[in-house]
């Protein structure tokens, strides 16, 4: 049974720093796709950033040279080091692990730049929200 247990969210100023954390059990992050998704009240769900298993990257527009996604192979745990934060940044912020890329929209399937990815396997989220 796969569980992915998100940490390190919290209330920060506009222009602070976070770094969440997802411990993983029942998959190896190493071996497969793995992501942060997030949702803001009122909105689509949509991907943040996701690591392959080959340690390539990708971010959304919004977030590309503020967020960094990371992963630690020795404790099975992925990260998403959050700076220069702005109140759009507040939402719910979900590990996900498996995560398939599509060329096209479709059920389930959740933008990050210019593909739709779906995962298999969601953390409960951990909220952050941003204040001026």
């Known amino acids: 049974q796969v569980q992915l247990v998100e940490s390190g969210g919290g209330s920060v100023q506009s222009g602070g720093s976070l770094r969440l954390s997802c411990a993983a059990s029942?998959?190896?992050?190493?071996?497969?796709?793995m992501g942060w998704f997030r949702q803001a009240p009122g909105k689509e769900r949509e991907g943040v950033a996701r690591?392959?298993?080959?340690?390539?990257?990708t971010y959304a527009d919004s977030v590309a040279g503020r967020f960094t996604i990371s992963r630690d192979d020795a404790k099975n745990t992925l990260y998403l080091q959050i700076n220069s934060l702005k109140l759009e940044d507040t939402a719910m912020y979900y590990c996900?692990?498996?995560?398939?890329?599509?060329?096209?929209?479709?059920?389930?399937?959740?933008?990050?730049?210019?593909?739709?990815?779906?995962?298999?396997?969601w953390g409960q989220g951990t909220q952050v929200t941003v204040s001026s």
């Open positions: 690591i392959r298993s080959s340690g390539s990257t």
């Open positions: 996900a692990a498996d995560v398939v890329r599509y060329s096209s929209p479709g059920l389930d399937r959740y933008s990050m730049g210019d593909a739709y990815y779906t995962p298999a396997h």
């Open positions: 029942g998959i190896t992050v190493r071996y497969v796709s």
